[in-house]
């Protein structure tokens, strides 16, 4: 039972390249979400899914855009990158909303060159 | 901005000490969550506290909760050297359905 798996790890970018991080859950969960977290700082959200076919923003969602492409995956995508995205993604998910626990990744480094 | 504010931002102390955290919030909530995060590592849920409940106690994790205070206090007794973490609060607002996060407490407990 692997729980939330995130890919990659660690990612270079240039300014202005694309990516897409990749999160995928095996627990039947319903919700699922993106956040970052820069050094200091606590999590922030940067967009959520509530149940499959739904999304919506969070604190920060201005540079990304996310695809629930199934119940178990919920991918992250940056069009073009800015060194303001450098910071460590974390993918978590939840039986239903926030009202139980979260499970989250192992976090992706992502920097932006 | 951050729902939740966690005092102190950092905490020393020595293995066998209990070491008290403190999160403040801003607006009203369904529940209050405790994380853990190891250096390099994702968050793990500690525990759970509903905004009915007082007082929570999860082996030597014991948290408490005021809604009139809007806070919540950490208390974890005999500490380790393997309780050394960053600890994190967070709250699901009665408006929402998403979790948000306070900046954390770094616990370093020495030898």
Redesign the interface.
């Known amino acids: 039972n692997a729980g939330?798996t995130q890919t990659p790890k660690f990612q270079v970018l240039k300014t202005g390249q694309s990516m897409t991080l990749q999160c995928a859950q095996d627990m039947n969960h319903n919700?699922m979400?993106w956040?970052r977290q820069d050094p200091?700082?606590?999590?922030?959200?940067i967009y959520?899914s509530?149940s499959e076919g739904t999304t919506?923003k969070?604190?920060v969602p201005n540079g990304y855009n996310v695809s629930r492409l199934n119940k178990r995956e919920f991918s992250l995508r940056l069009e073009s990158a800015a060194p303001s995205q450098t910071s460590v993604y974390?993918c978590?998910s939840s039986v239903q909303?926030?009202?139980?626990?979260?499970?989250?990744?192992?976090?992706t480094q992502l920097s932006v060159l | 901005s951050?729902q939740?504010e966690e005092d102190p931002q950092a905490l020393s102390i020595q293995e066998g000490e209990n070491a008290t955290m403190n999160c403040s919030y801003k607006t009203s909530i369904?529940?209050l969550?405790w994380?853990r995060q190891n250096s390099?590592?994702?968050?793990?849920?500690l525990i759970?506290i509903r905004s009915n409940e007082r007082e929570k106690h999860s082996g030597r994790l014991r948290v408490t909760l005021d809604t009139s205070k809007k806070s919540s206090s950490l208390l974890i007794t005999a500490s380790r050297a393997a309780d050394t973490a960053s600890y994190?609060c967070?709250t699901?607002e009665t408006s929402?359905?998403?979790?948000?996060?306070?900046?954390?407490t770094q616990l370093t407990v020495n030898p």
Request: charged share 15%; proline share 0%; glycine share 22%.
């Open positions: 939330v919700s979400y956040y200091g700082m606590g999590l922030r959200l959520y509530a919506d969070g604190e974390f978590a909303g926030a009202y139980e626990k979260l499970f989250f990744g192992s976090g | 951050q939740g369904n529940n969550q994380y390099g590592r994702g968050l793990v849920h759970l994190f967070a699901e929402g359905s998403r979790l948000t996060f306070g900046e954390g």
